[in-house]
């Protein structure tokens, strides 16, 4: 038996955030036999609405700080601590950048954050032809379907209460911005600071990444190192490329993913999550 572990955006899910046919019923086929799982830098609720009939995987979700089996137990929660969280999001909220804050059961982001997100585009996007301001729009859009998206003013006062964040995204359409907020907190010992797709970035637990969590999947399913499977395409997904035995990057994956793979599959819009499991790794 095996454990493969799939990333969501990039890789199981093509550019219009969905899962085709021939992926989900490679899901199937691969788990009548193997562990498969989740690995994704979204938040539980939203991997579990993206996955449909598949939410019996098991799921790593935030990056590693939440991990739950196949029946939707926590196996592990590692939020950030409360003194950083409450750092970040004030440091997000005097420069009024836009954020969300992943919590057990919501996705929280400032009641100004869609303006935010307007204004700052509206500054950037001079330089942009119409169509390339019309595609970072788009990008922004997706932040604002996720499952259990909230809009919500004095975030910073439930933290303080004592509400585990477990990870903080930063969306900006200005590069400097999210420079500088990594440059602020890249000191912070008990902080990592993730690069993640397009205009985000992410801040986790230094006790978390996505390769430490699938090896900890791998124990609790009786799984050997040498029998774990990745597959992925982007920044988030290095620690589990250097954790696992097999890694298999996508077609559209990044060159430094593509540079420690063990093998190359189509990319996220031709099922190469499919082809990769069927052909690839014989999975099924």
Not at 92 to 109: I, K, M, P, S
Not at 209 to 226: E, F, R, W
Not at 256 to 277: F, P
Request: proline share 2%; net charge neutral.
């Amino acid at each position: 038996m095996k454990l493969a572990a799939i990333d969501l955006d990039g890789t199981l899910l093509n550019q219009n955030h969905t899962i085709s046919d021939e992926n989900m019923n490679a899901l199937s086929a691969a788990s009548r036999q193997h562990i498969v799982a989740i690995a994704t830098g979204r938040s539980i609720m939203d991997a579990r609405v993206l996955l449909g009939e598949h939410t019996h995987l098991p799921v790593i979700a935030s990056n590693g700080a939440t991990i739950f089996d196949q029946k939707g137990k926590p196996l592990s929660e590692t939020p950030l601590s409360q003194e950083t969280a409450t750092q970040l999001i004030t440091y997000a909220e005097n420069r009024h950048l836009y954020y969300e804050a992943t919590l057990a059961h919501d996705l929280l982001t400032p009641s100004y954050g869609i303006q935010i997100l307007r204004e700052e585009l509206d500054r950037v996007g001079k330089r942009l032809t119409k169509e390339g301001k019309e595609k970072a729009w788009a990008q922004a859009e997706v932040q604002f379907t996720q499952a259990g998206w909230q809009p919500r003013s004095e975030i910073s006062r439930l933290i303080r209460r004592g509400y585990a964040v477990y990870k903080l995204l930063i969306f900006s359409f200005n590069k400097h911005v999210l420079t500088d907020m990594k440059e602020q907190f890249a000191n912070y010992e008990d902080l990592t600071c993730t690069p993640s797709i397009g205009y985000t970035m992410e801040f986790n637990s230094s006790k978390v990444d996505k390769g430490k969590a699938i090896l900890q999947l791998a124990s609790h399913y009786g799984v050997s190192q040498k029998d774990t499977i990745v597959i992925g395409d982007s920044q988030n997904d290095l620690p589990m490329f250097r954790a696992a035995a097999i890694c298999v990057a996508m077609g559209n994956a990044i060159s430094s993913i593509k540079e420690i793979s063990s093998c190359v599959t189509l990319d996220c819009n031709h099922s190469g999550v499919a082809y990769a499991l069927k052909n690839q790794l014989a999975l099924f």
